[in-house]
Every structure is written in structure tokens, then in C-alpha cells.
């Protein structure tokens, strides 16, 4: 019986925060390994980032930015590229963050964190073109990540913060005492 709880946690248990499109922004892959050793001890839980979208659209991101340093001029101006570098490295790191957490309310924190580093990264790689270190159309890639980034972050936040205020809701009064 037990075991087969467990087969059907490992085959379906999901966290899944919709966008409102039907599409996972957050999907944990649990993978059990029922057969792990004479005992019948289960393995411990195998997340993958990777099956997060928002996750892999931070990564493009990260290496469309290190591609648009690369390819700029960017002598004299350490301190911008610097911020971009951090701004950008932050954006999986806080996503992920909010994905080891539990507390709904720390991982809306994360994910606007997330949120703020990203448009932080849109104000710097907007900084390169006016510089002249790009061309504007130097930046397409950047931007397209940083759109899509920002959408499906807030779209997330907003999903969190409603079930955060259903979380927190008090129960309706009860009736008063019949007489």
C-alpha cells in the first residue's frame, strides 16, 4: 500500500503555478527509485531547474548578455558592465532561491528580486546602446529573454500573491447563539 502511494507521489506530484494560459511556470520533477536497495528505503527527491521555464528563459538570457559584452567595445566603462554582469547572474539565482522555499510568502520575495534585477539588466543593456558600446539591434536577443522573463515573473507573483491573501483570509464569523 505504501509503496504504491509513493509510485503514484512519484508519478504526479507537481507544483504547478499557472500563468492563466495552461502553461507550468514551476515544475518539480520528483523521481523516486523504488528499486534503490535491499531495504526498500526511497531515495531522496531529484529536482531539475531545468523543467522551469522561467529558469531556462534566465539562462538564455545570461548568455545573451555575456555575448553582447563580448561583443562590445566596453573599455572604460568596467562599472556598467559590471552591474550587468551582476544584475543578469542574479536573475536564475533568485528564481531558484524562490524555488527551494516553501513559505509562500519568502518566494514571492525571491521572484521580486528576480523581477527587479531583470528590468535592473534592461536599464544597463539600454545603457550600452545609448553609450554607442552596441547597436540597438545588438541587444534583440537580451531584450526578447528580459520581456518574457518579466511576464512570466509577474504573472507568478500575482498567482502567489492570491494565494497568499486565500492563505490568510479569516473564516466568515460564525452565527450568533440561538436563545
Known amino acids: 500500500m505504501v509503496v504504491g502511494v509513493l509510485k503514484w507521489l512519484g508519478a504526479h506530484l507537481a507544483m504547478d503555478v499557472g ?35 522561467v529558469y531556462r528563459l534566465a539562462r538564455v538570457h545570461s548568455r545573451a548578455v555575456d ?11 568596467a562599472d556598467l558592465i559590471g552591474q550587468l554582469r551582476r544584475s543578469t547572474a542574479s536573475i536564475p539565482a533568485n528564481i531558484l532561491e524562490s524555488a ?15 523581477k527587479g534585477s531583470t528590468w535592473e539588466s534592461w536599464a544597463h543593456t539600454d545603457s550600452m546602446v545609448d553609450f554607442g ?30 494565494q497568499l491573501a486565500a492563505e490568510e483570509e479569516p473564516p466568515p464569523p460564525s452565527p450568533p447563539p440561538r436563545s
Open 133 to 162: 558600446l552596441v547597436p540597438k539591434a545588438a541587444i534583440a536577443a537580451a531584450r526578447d529573454a528580459q520581456g518574457q522573463i518579466t511576464a512570466l515573473l509577474i504573472s507568478t507573483i500575482r498567482n502567489l500573491e492570491a
Open 67 to 77: 555575448a553582447l559584452i563580448k561583443a562590445a567595445n566596453t573599455r572604460g566603462f
Open 19 to 53: 500563468n492563466g494560459n495552461g502553461e507550468r511556470q514551476f515544475d518539480f520533477d520528483f523521481d523516486f527509485d523504488f528499486e534503490s536497495d535491499i531495504l526498500g528505503v526511497v531515495k531522496m527527491a531529484r529536482f531539475d531547474p531545468e523543467k522551469m521555464a
Open 100 to 114: 527551494g522555499e516553501w513559505r509562500t510568502g519568502k518566494r514571492v520575495h525571491y521572484l521580486m528580486i528576480a
